[in-house]
């Protein structure tokens, strides 16, 4: 199983980014595929989960509104488009996998991660 983060950056408070996790090792669509962050200090928190059979979506309250989790299934990727980010949203961000299925935002149903992909927010 392998999951390759891209997208990060610098962007300004306010601004947009979209980042990517492309997968490979396992069957995509039947899979819960989960976007996780760390931010300096602090313990990693989940921000948005996917189901890729079905599409079902689950988001963080402090980023409902602002965040969309998609995936591709064709493409084996699934995305998460962040609009109006904050500086406080400064923090490496991961894709990570769940065998088990489940849509859920905490770190221990997870499986497989990725190395992360770093994303600053400029004030």
């Known amino acids: 199983v392998q999951l390759v983060e891209s997208g990060g950056g610098l962007v300004q408070a306010g601004g947009s980014l979209r980042l990517s996790c492309a997968a490979s090792g396992f069957p995509f669509d039947d899979y819960a595929i989960g976007w996780f962050r760390q931010a300096p200090g602090k313990e990693r928190e989940g921000v948005s989960a996917i189901v890729t059979s079905d599409g079902d979506t689950i988001y963080a309250d402090s980023i409902k509104g602002r965040f969309t989790i998609s995936s591709d299934n064709a493409q084996n990727t699934v995305y998460l488009q962040m609009n109006n980010l904050r500086h406080e949203e400064t923090a490496v961000y991961y894709c990570?996998?769940?065998?088990?299925?489940?849509?859920?935002?905490?770190?221990?149903?997870?499986?497989?991660w990725g190395q992360g992909t770093q994303i600053t927010v400029d004030s």
């Open positions: 990570a996998e769940s065998e088990g299925l489940v849509l859920s935002l905490e770190e221990y149903e997870y499986n497989y």
